[in-house]
């Protein structure tokens, strides 16, 4: 059974960091793009960065592209998400995903889901 699992979540300040991270299980860790999403209430739920396999290649949307930073670790199954320089548009729970194709930004593409973590940056 595939379990993805985040935490890291909380209330932060404007232009303060998190760090979110998603364990994984039930599943071969080095075959799967990792990918970031975030909803906002009342929105769709919007591609944020993703990881590739390899962990060599990464993609951001452009709304947090220098801010934030994606990465993975094998050894714990683990990947990350460094979100620094936060602003109150961050605010949304966010969701990792994992999806067999490369470096998809559509939700649709992705295979397996997290139950999310909330993220909430004051102003």
């Known amino acids: 059974q595939v379990q993805l699992g985040e935490s890291g979540g909380g209330l932060v300040q404007a232009g303060g960091s998190l760090r979110l991270s998603c364990a994984a299980s039930g599943l071969t860790f080095s075959r799967y793009s990792m990918g970031w999403f975030r909803q906002a209430p009342g929105k769709e739920r919007d591609f944020v960065a993703a990881?590739?396999?390899?962990?060599?290649?990464?993609s951001y949307a452009d709304s947090v592209r220098g801010r934030f930073s994606a990465s993975r670790d094998y050894a714990k199954n683990t990947v990350y998400l460094q979100m620094n320089s936060l602003k109150p548009e961050d605010t949304a729970v966010y969701y990792c995903a994992a999806a067999t194709g490369w470096l998809p930004r559509d939700k649709d593409e992705y295979d397996y889901w997290g139950q999310g973590t909330q993220v909430t940056v004051s102003s």
């Open positions: 990881v590739s396999r390899s962990g060599g290649s990464t």
